[in-house]
Nanobody, 115 residues
Framework: QVKYVESGGGLVEPGESLRLSCVAS??????MAWYRQTPEKDRERVAS????????WYLDSVKGRFTISRDNARNTVYLRMDSLKPEDTAVYYC??????????WGQGTQVTVSS
């Protein structure tokens, strides 16, 4: 089963930026996505991309601020997050889309947006 290692999170102030990285243990799937979860909400998909990166989807609340990209040669998916807001605070994960039938979530990376 493919495993993912997410990194790049941190504590930033509102309006600042972060770039998250997700490295897969093997070739990434055709569709890859970033998800986020908070203690108050179920995990939600925030962005996804096809293999070529020319078909992307974004959650309405992050459109225009987040950009998903991928380096397939490095089995890596990125999430550039600009103009961060406190409501973006969450643990961010990457995985296939749609999700596989087995549980293969990584440890995630914590993003905290606070002044």
């Amino acid at each position: 089963q493919v495993k993912y290692v997410e990194s790049g999170g941190g504590l930033v102030e509102p309006g600042e930026s972060l770039r998250l990285s997700c490295v897969a243990s093997e070739r990434t799937s055709y569709f890859m996505a970033w998800y986020r979860q908070t203690p108050e909400k179920d995990r939600e998909r925030v962005a996804s991309s096809n293999w070529a990166g020319d078909s992307t989807w974004y959650l309405d609340s992050v459109k225009g601020r987040f950009t998903i990209s991928r380096d397939n040669a490095r089995n890596t998916v990125y999430l550039r997050m600009d103009s961060l807001k406190p409501e973006d605070t969450a643990v961010y994960y990457c995985n296939e889309f749609p999700l596989p039938t087995y549980d293969n979530w990584g440890q995630g990376t914590q993003v905290t947006v606070s002044s």
